[in-house]
């Protein structure tokens, strides 16, 4: 039979037992309100399109025992409860809770404020307690801005205070900034990344959370993860919350232990966390002075080892150094300035050796001022002092000009020694070391001619570098001979110009010295009776090759006393009056120094002087005889030759 359909105004069904109305299969009932007052059972699914009303919140109980196959949502966002604050669910079993910490009031253990992250198969009876919150934003590449606790309001990289074992959020919405914490000041350098107790870390844009582990150190930084140099700044990690009492407590003060379960701010021990303050004496070990002056220092290191040492190291691309200061001002206020005096010892560093009852001072070096100060003026010495039988006592001062004074207390050249020893008398020999004045000495480690010890000396007004220099050469591996060697720059090269051997003998290699004669023997004519320069074209010896054999003429390098000589043999005629033959030697064209003259055909003829001569001079020999013929003077070199040499 086919499906009909009808209508009914009003169905009442009376009576007991269990009324039962069935559909082949579908059963809808389209009407405005269905009211039922009694049970219902319905033995498979119930579709419902619209509203639904399942009893009143006062006094009746809906059961579900089914498993819920959809999403149950709220008609309005943040319009409807789950319970209420006077009748609570008991147990609540979540994967993940979102939602404002603000609205979620009442958990217990908790204290719940801002935004909650994704909290991932949490009980909420066991959610983290969050002891503060920081908004995290920037202002571009240039830095962080950051609210939220310790009253900070959009403030530019400050520094965050975190307690141990407390957990904390930092709500970051800075895109392509994000937010790293490291153990290094300064710019992200990766490698030395935090994330010990980090939950989300180095987020741009999201919750990071930090729970403090108790591990943690005093100071962590964050900063940029891309590398921004502008977005740095510090967290400061405290200790977990004390109940132990602290007394006389101020700012800076550094906490020590107390009697009981007190603690004490100590007034002379400040700590500003970048300056450590003491105002009294630092001691490592015993309390004894060890100062032979019996001062007792400020800081005072003492042990039975090099642990008693100070050392200091600067590690850094830079100029930075380490350095020890003395500072002194006659202001007996400290931090006061009065100007310092004359003769003021700035700093000193003294040695002290026990002599088995006291400690005794061995040397020092001292820091003075030496002269007056004026503003912005400190002239300053440094004194060298060591102790003997007499006493400390200077041995050595460098003054403010920078002069070098041994046992001489007012040097006024860069390097004056002064000794008042009465030594042994110098008698021909070398003295011991012991009765000298200085020492140069040289302890090359095998014997080889030619080891030296030098002094060298030199000159520059700022365009020509000019060296000399004196040494004591060793003349032979197999002996004891040492020669003094005496080196001079003649602009060309800086060569050995004098040498004293070690037997005494004296030589000069480039001592102006030469020998000139005729390059060929024979008879040879003046052609004249006059005086005529001597035509000496060759030389046997020309050392600096001053004499010209072109002009026949030596020229004088350098002025001092030279010693002349020439000579010839003559074939003039013996009736003349004793003039047959006459040399002379001429200086500058026009002054005869030397004559000599010969009466006697055949005769040899000379003349010969010491004169002092100036440098440029020209000196030159001449001769004549008193007749002229195919031989008036004899060429061979043992004849006829014209020297001189620089005496001194």
């Known amino acids: 039979m086919a499906d009909k359909a009808f209508g009914v105004d009003q169905l009442d069904i009376l009576g007991t037992g269990t009324p039962t109305i069935s559909a082949p299969n579908q059963l809808n009932l389209d009407c405005h309100t269905v009211a039922i007052s009694t049970s219902v059972t319905v033995g498979a699914n119930l579709t419902v399109n619209g509203n639904i009303d399942l009893g009143n919140a006062s006094s009746d109980t809906i059961s579900l025992t089914g498993v819920v196959d959809t999403n149950i949502i709220p008609s309005a966002d943040s319009s409807k409860d789950i319970g209420s604050?006077?009748?609570?669910?008991?147990?609540?079993?979540?994967?993940?809770?979102?939602?404002?910490?603000?609205?979620?009031?009442?958990?217990?253990?908790?204290?719940l404020t801002g935004t909650l992250p994704a909290i991932s198969g949490a009980n909420l009876t066991n959610l983290p307690t969050i002891a503060g919150i920081w908004s995290v934003g920037h202002n571009g590449?240039?830095?962080?801005?950051?609210?939220?606790?310790?009253?900070?309001?959009?403030?530019?990289?400050?520094?965050?205070?975190?307690?141990?074992?407390?957990?904390?959020?930092?709500?970051?919405?800075?895109?392509?900034?994000?937010?790293?914490?490291?153990?290094?000041?300064?710019?992200?350098?990766?490698?030395?990344?935090?994330?010990?107790?980090?939950?989300?870390?180095?987020?741009?844009?999201?919750?990071?959370?930090?729970?403090?582990p108790y591990s943690a150190p005093a100071r962590l930084y964050y900063a940029?993860?891309?590398?921004?140099?502008?977005?740095?700044?510090?967290?400061?990690?405290?200790?977990?919350?004390?109940?132990?009492?602290?007394?006389?407590?101020?700012?800076?003060?550094?906490?020590?232990?107390?009697?009981?379960?007190?603690?004490?701010?100590?007034?002379?021990?400040?700590?500003?966390?970048?300056?450590?303050?003491?105002?009294?004496?630092?001691?490592?070990?015993?309390?004894?002075?060890?100062?032979?002056?019996?001062?007792?220092?400020?800081?005072?290191?003492?042990?039975?080892?090099?642990?008693?040492?100070?050392?200091?190291?600067?590690?850094?691309?830079?100029?930075?150094?380490?350095?020890?200061?003395?500072?002194?001002?006659?202001?007996?206020?400290?931090?006061?300035?009065?100007?310092?005096?004359?003769?003021?010892?700035?700093?000193?560093?003294?040695?002290?050796?026990?002599?088995?009852?006291?400690?005794?001072?061995?040397?020092?070096?001292?820091?003075?001022?030496?002269?007056?100060p004026n503003n912005n003026v400190m002239p300053g010495r440094i004194v060298f002092k060591t102790t003997t039988t007499d006493g400390v006592a200077e041995r050595l001062r460098i003054t403010s000009a920078g002069d070098v004074g041994i046992a001489?207390?007012?040097?006024?050249?860069?390097?004056?020694?002064?000794?008042?020893?009465?030594?042994?008398?110098?008698?021909?020999?070398?003295?011991?070391?012991?009765?000298?004045?200085?020492?140069?000495?040289?302890?090359?480690?095998?014997?080889?001619?030619?080891?030296?010890?030098?002094?060298?000396?030199?000159?520059?007004?700022?365009?020509?570098?000019?060296?000399?220099?004196?040494?004591?050469?060793?003349?032979?591996?197999?002996?004891?001979?040492?020669?003094?060697?005496?080196?001079?720059?003649?602009?060309?090269?800086?060569?050995?110009?004098?040498?004293?051997?070690?037997?005494?003998?004296?030589?000069?290699?480039l001592n102006p010295a030469f020998r000139a004669r005729a390059s060929s023997g024979g008879w040879k004519s003046f052609g004249n009776t006059s005086f005529n320069i001597m035509p000496f074209n060759a030389t046997d010896c020309n050392n600096g090759n001053h004499y010209n054999t072109s002009t026949y003429k030596f020229t004088v390098p350098v002025s001092g006393n030279y010693y002349f000589y020439c000579q010839m043999q003559h074939d003039g005629t013996t009736t003349n009056g004793g003039t047959s033959g006459q040399m002379q030697i001429v200086v500058q064209g026009v002054a005869v120094i030397a004559y000599g003259k010969s009466g006697r055909q055949g005769e040899v003829v000379n003349c010969g002087t010491v004169w002092p001569c100036s440098a440029g001079n020209v000196i030159y020999c001449e001769g004549r005889t008193n007749i002229t013929n195919p031989d008036d003077w004899h060429g061979d070199s043992y004849y006829s030759f014209f020297t001189g040499y620089l005496v001194g």
């Open 408 to 509: 001489n207390n007012s040097p006024s050249c860069r390097l004056a020694v002064t000794d008042t020893a009465e030594h042994a008398a110098y008698a021909n020999v070398t003295p011991s070391v012991t009765a000298c004045m200085m020492q140069l000495y040289n302890n090359p480690p095998n014997e080889t001619a030619n080891d030296h010890a030098t002094m060298q000396f030199g000159v520059n007004g700022g365009t020509h570098n000019r060296v000399a220099s004196i040494s004591a050469v060793v003349e032979s591996a197999a002996n004891r001979k040492l020669a003094f060697a005496f080196c001079t720059d003649e602009a060309g090269s800086r060569t050995e110009k004098m040498r004293i051997h070690g037997d005494g003998h004296v030589t000069k290699p």
């Open 141 to 212: 590449a240039s830095n962080y801005v950051i609210s939220g606790p310790g009253g900070l309001s959009n403030a530019n990289n400050p520094d965050l205070y975190l307690e141990r074992g407390k957990t904390y959020q930092f709500v970051v919405n800075a895109s392509g900034h994000p937010f790293g914490i490291q153990t290094v000041s300064g710019t992200w350098t990766g490698s030395n990344a935090y994330t010990t107790g980090i939950t989300n870390a180095a987020a741009a844009v999201g919750t990071i959370t930090f729970a403090v």
């Open 85 to 111: 604050n006077s009748v609570r669910f008991a147990n609540g079993y979540f994967d993940t809770v979102y939602g404002s910490g603000a609205n979620l009031t009442s958990l217990p253990a908790a204290n």
């Open 224 to 372: 940029c993860t891309s590398q921004h140099s502008g977005m740095v700044g510090n967290l400061y990690i405290q200790g977990a919350a004390s109940t132990v009492d602290v007394s006389n407590n101020a700012d800076n003060r550094i906490i020590t232990g107390g009697s009981g379960s007190s603690l004490n701010g100590e007034t002379n021990l400040l700590f500003d966390g970048g300056t450590l303050a003491l105002n009294g004496r630092y001691q490592r070990g015993s309390a004894t002075v060890q100062d032979g002056d019996s001062i007792a220092g400020g800081i005072n290191i003492n042990g039975t080892d090099m642990d008693a040492s100070v050392i200091m190291s600067v590690f850094g691309n830079d100029n930075d150094f380490t350095r020890i200061s003395g500072s002194k001002s006659r202001n007996a206020s400290i931090g006061g300035h009065t100007i310092v005096q004359n003769n003021d010892v700035l700093l000193s560093l003294k040695g002290f050796g026990s002599d088995g009852s006291n400690f005794e001072e061995a040397a020092q070096i001292e820091m003075q001022v030496d002269g007056t």
